[in-house]
């Protein structure tokens, strides 16, 4: 549990140390404001005694009355200038801490988040990077005005009457042992809270994912159910941080109200027989709620730290972004025929191993078959190739050069992709086909529709190419969704071609109607195809495909497929 804990803390370290750097000026703004709330207790207190016992003076009264409504809006001034910066810091930090994420997610790959729910992803990048918010915004300026603001209001009351200076101090004392202990038990119910968060979104999603099976199943109401369990506990989670949190305050008061006791004691006998002390009592009766202001205003904030501490462990699992290799520029590959080599490539899943000693080439033109049994190692190449995985031994090289030296934008640009279930975005087919290049002509849009076989599809939709379709291709059938993934292809016009089961789950028409497609897509272009489908693989041995069974190297390792 410690080695958990001690690089979460370290994580929060920094980024308070972050923080403070960039906390200077609000704190100065905070500082302000304590010491224009010093003058206008100092102003109200001698205003107060001026009507109440030399009325007839009214120049006291004008003066003392000008002086508190200056110091009012100086007051307001500063504390609205500390609020906007302290917000602008905050969004600042989580503007950071979300580029970081998903730098981080983006250099991992898919491979490399396998272990991580998309759910509990989502959460960390969303409601995990809200806590922070608070940390930079509230906490660190808060942190540094609790121990500022006491002092200075403590060396006013020390001015004005030092017995009332060391009335004022003992409760200062004795508040941030209690606030510690309300910190401490906020930070555990939060870590809970997070928890049953998590849970609850998991559970969510991964139902909202299998709809179809649960209502086909008749289990509909039982998992509703199951969701109201998860979403109570939440909420009895929740509202347990809020009553521990709220212990703060109520430790405040009790100080709070024990000072103002204590000084009304302290001048009770006086007041009678020495006037001139009423404008000092008053003035420490005012000086007592801004000398607990500042610690108030930290124990508000005290749980924020805490959620910090909770929610840290997941930024601190992220994966650590390695420095950027050096890089190859683009013009180096020759685009227009590309040759792929594995060099005695190895990876493994955990104990695993999948593939030993991998070589083969394909050449410009050229396409290779990989074939075998789910997880001979298939979709492990088109991993390593595309760059979510590393090999573990040997290299990879695109036309000579080792590939991990790409830059990500040149490899991205050299590789074509068409997956079994391809990613159709919510908006127009103009805009999905579009992604592969934005700035593409309107005829080379044209083209890669034609070369599709999409034609003939977009002409029957209501609005043509402006057709709205829903996410994840809703209103598509599989065929035309593979067909827009094509005609993206078409438009990226890559050289190497990957085709990971491209005509999986599709009808045997369809399947050689999309075939027919690919083989103009892979005409002269370097292309991997793995696939289980006997159509598929005749249709590669039809084009003069090598293939690769991925089964046969188990019994015959270090193969090489020249």
Not at 46 to 73: E, P, Q, S, W
Not at 274 to 282: D, F, Q, S
Not at 320 to 325: D, E, F, H, Q
Request: aromatic share 6%.
């Amino acid at each position: 549990m410690r080695k958990t804990e001690t690089p979460a803390k370290a994580w929060v370290a920094g980024e308070i140390k972050r923080g403070q750097a960039a906390a200077r000026l609000p704190i100065m703004f905070g500082a302000a404001q304590i010491v224009c709330g010093i003058l206008q207790a100092f102003c109200a207190a001698h205003l107060l005694a001026a009507i109440f016992y030399r009325a007839k003076n009214l120049l006291d009264i004008a003066i003392f009355a000008a002086g508190f409504a200056g110091f009012a809006m100086l007051r307001a001034a500063a504390q609205y200038r500390a609020e906007m910066q302290n917000f602008e810091r905050g969004a600042a930090a989580r503007h950071r801490l979300r580029s970081t994420i998903f730098s981080s997610l983006l250099a991992a790959g898919p491979a490399g988040l396998r272990a991580k729910h998309s759910a509990e992803l989502a959460g960390i990048a969303v409601d995990r990077v809200e806590v922070f918010q608070g940390l930079h915004a509230a906490w660190i300026p808060a942190t540094a005005l609790a121990v500022i603001g006491p002092v200075i209001v403590g060396l006013a009351a020390f001015a004005a009457d030092w017995r009332g200076g060391v009335i004022l101090a003992v409760a200062g004392v004795a508040v941030p042992a209690g606030m510690a202990v309300a910190g401490i038990g906020a930070g555990l119910a939060a870590a809970k809270q997070f928890a049953a968060m998590t849970r609850l979104q998991i559970r969510f999603l991964d139902r909202i994912r299998g709809i179809s099976t649960i209502v086909l199943a008749g289990r509909a109401a039982d998992e509703a159910a199951a969701l109201a369990r998860a979403a109570e506990e939440l909420r009895h989670r929740t509202m347990r941080v809020l009553r521990v949190a709220f212990l703060s305050s109520t430790i405040l008061d009790l100080a709070a109200a024990a000072a103002l006791i204590a000084i009304v004691i302290r001048f009770l006998p006086v007041l009678h027989g020495v006037p001139g002390l009423i404008p000092t009592a008053l003035f420490l009766l005012l000086l007592t709620p801004e000398f607990f202001a500042p610690l108030r205003a930290f124990a508000a904030v005290y749980q924020d730290r805490m959620a910090a501490e909770a929610a840290a462990p997941d930024f601190a699992a992220l994966p650590v972004i390695a420095p950027a290799a050096p890089a190859i520029p683009l013009r180096t590959i020759t685009a227009e025929s590309l040759t792929l080599s594995f060099d005695e490539v190895s990876f493994a899943w955990g104990e695993a191993a999948v593939l030993e000693k991998l070589s083969f080439r394909v050449g410009g033109g050229e396409m290779l078959v990989l074939t075998g049994a789910s997880g001979a190692g298939k979709s492990t190449i088109l991993d390593l190739i595309l760059g979510f995985i590393t090999p573990q031994s040997g290299k990879i090289f695109v036309n000579g050069q080792d590939i991990s030296t790409l830059i990500p934008a040149a490899r991205a640009r050299l590789i074509g992709w068409i997956g079994q279930k391809p990613t159709i975005f919510g908006g127009t087919i103009r805009d999905n086909i579009l992604f592969a290049r934005p700035e593409a002509s309107a005829q080379d849009l044209a083209e890669a529709i034609r070369r599709a076989h999409l034609t003939d599809v977009i002409a029957r939709l209501p609005a043509g190419l402006d057709t709205q379709i829903g996410e994840a291709g809703f209103g598509l059938s599989g065929g035309q969704a593979q067909r827009i993934a094509i005609a993206r292809a078409f438009l990226k016009d890559a050289p190497l071609l990957l085709l990971d089961e491209p005509t999986a789950h599709l009808d045997p028409a369809l399947e050689r109607d999309i075939l027919a497609s690919l083989k103009n897509l892979a005409a002269g272009r370097t292309v991997i195809l793995a696939t289980h489908s006997a159509l598929a693989q005749d249709f590669a041995k039809a084009t003069g495909a090598r293939r690769l069974d991925l089964d046969a190297r188990r019994h015959a390792k270090f193969l090489t497929v020249a």
